[in-house]
């Protein structure tokens, strides 16, 4: 009886949690389903007042008229959106791979209030750092130019980059490092032939986190680029609201577009940031 019991409340329990997942899965997803709709409606339908969840008359024409360079020109955008964002993932991760290795390998004075005041930076709204990096932006002559985004997203991202690879460094085990230095290897070497190879999930998943951020700012990059032909994607889709040329449909056609490469990253880099390239580092 007892068991039975237990068998039941068990089964109970799955239930209970898997009807949650989907509630939770279907509150999530629903703002996007209705994007996709909308993106396949006419311009009439999709501001008709009785909405329908599916097109009536489904058309591809907005998908053609956001790479049509004289309504919206995404792929211009587009190619500076994936400049900004890949160059400052990659310097964030280069940046923060030699920073987390000293902070966590070095012993240094001052490294415990370094270490302490990472996410000083995350206490202040964003809003509030754009003076300072405003003037000193505009002071170094890089306004309105795409070095102005990535210096600023290179601002933004680093502390977090720096944390996060210093935490998966500290379980990389020192007997590793130790048995390097006894091989005749420096501290360079051993970064780049020891504690990259086994830290690769942590450095991608460094990696789309900041290319993530950068991609999708548009605090910044809407007070630091101030000609269209340094604009990035979020910055265009705004600009489209206030041409004869925006509809809904075109909107969401962009804006499911946009989102697209972020979904592709972090799609082919799960099983990276899922693994546990560490394991087994050390025998005996």
């Given amino acids: 009886m007892a068991m039975a019991s237990s068998k039941k409340s068990k089964t109970a329990r799955k239930i209970a949690f898997y009807t949650g997942l989907v509630i939770l899965l279907v509150v999530s997803l629903f703002p996007f389903y209705i994007m996709m709709m909308t993106s396949f409606k006419s311009s009439k339908e999709a501001v008709a007042t009785n909405p329908t969840f599916l097109p009536k008359d489904w058309t591809f024409?907005?998908?053609?008229?956001?790479?049509?360079?004289?309504?919206?020109?995404?792929?211009?955008?587009?190619?500076?959106?994936?400049?900004?964002?890949?160059?400052?993932?990659?310097?964030?991760?280069?940046?923060?791979?030699?920073?987390?290795?000293?902070?966590?390998?070095?012993?240094?004075?001052?490294?415990?209030?370094?270490?302490?005041s990472f996410y000083t930076v995350y206490m202040f709204s964003g809003i509030l750092l754009v003076v300072p990096l405003f003037k000193i932006i505009s002071g170094l002559g890089l306004y309105d130019t795409k070095t102005a985004l990535i210096i600023t997203m290179i601002v933004q991202t680093l502390p977090t980059a720096?944390?996060?690879l210093k935490s998966y460094f500290d379980t990389i085990p020192e007997d590793l490092e130790e048995a390097a230095m006894i091989d005749g290897l420096n501290r360079v070497q051993i970064i780049f032939y020891i504690v990259i190879p086994l830290s690769i999930s942590g450095i991608i998943s460094v990696f789309v986190y900041s290319f993530m951020v950068a991609w999708n700012d548009y605090l910044f990059a809407s007070i630091f680029l101030s000609d269209s032909v340094n604009f990035t994607l979020p910055i265009g889709l705004n600009s489209l609201f206030s041409t004869p040329d925006y509809v809904w449909g075109r909107m969401m056609a962009a804006s499911l577009v946009t989102a697209l490469p972020v979904v592709v990253m972090y799609a082919i880099s799960e099983h990276f940031i899922k693994g546990n390239l560490t394991e087994g580092g050390v025998k005996g």
């Avoid at 890949?86 to 791979?97: E, N, Q, R």
């Fill in 61 to 116: 024409r907005h998908y053609v008229d956001i790479f049509n360079p004289d309504i919206f020109p995404y792929i211009s955008y587009f190619k500076n959106s994936l400049m900004v964002a890949l160059t400052a993932a990659v310097l964030a991760v280069f940046i923060g791979i030699f920073g987390a290795y000293a902070l966590s390998k070095l012993k240094f004075m001052g490294r415990t209030v370094i270490n302490a």
């Fill in 162 to 164: 720096i944390f996060m």
